[in-house]
């Protein structure tokens, strides 16, 4: 689909493209869409150990992959949220309702949280993907 406009940001992003063949964000009209983004460091790749630090990576990794497709505003133009985990416990479910409060402070979104067998990488244990809109007539 050539039509679209494809976005992969620089290190964890572009790597990805070339090892794995996938982008970090498509804009579809006024949405963009992302990818699961994990708790890893964008220019490292380091994934954390901790699963509540790779929560609060992940938030940071979707407000960037955002921003990088013309979402200006972030984590506040985001109306959609999937989170898969590898253990849906309650610090997990903690860590994702104090980020959604910080991320999204003016807003609330809809939410799917699904408890998964197996993510991306061995050491990861959350992804999070959203559907973000950017108002008609804005280009990214």
């Known amino acids: 689909m050539s039509h679209l406009n494809y976005y992969s ?12 063949a996938y982008n970090q964000a498509v804009r579809v009209g006024d949405n963009v869409y992302i990818s699961g983004q994990g708790g890893w460091d964008p220019t490292t790749c380091v994934v ?4 509540v630090a790779q929560i609060d990576q ?5 407000d960037m992959v955002l921003k990088d497709a013309g979402c200006a505003g972030g984590w506040e133009q985001v109306f959609t949220v999937r989170s898969y985990h590898l253990n849906l416990n309650k610090d997990a479910q903690d860590a994702m309702v104090r980020n959604f409060r910080k991320w999204m402070p003016n807003h609330k979104a809809l939410w799917t949280c699904v408890g998964v067998t197996r993510l991306g990488e061995d050491n990861m244990t959350v ?4 559907i973000a809109n950017i108002p008609s007539g804005i280009r990214a």
């Open 9 to 20: 940001y620089e290190g964890f992003g572009t790597g990805a493209l070339e090892s794995h």
């Open 48 to 51: 954390h150990k901790d699963a």
């Open 58 to 62: 992940a938030f940071a990794n979707v």
């Open 127 to 130: 992804e999070i993907e959203v």
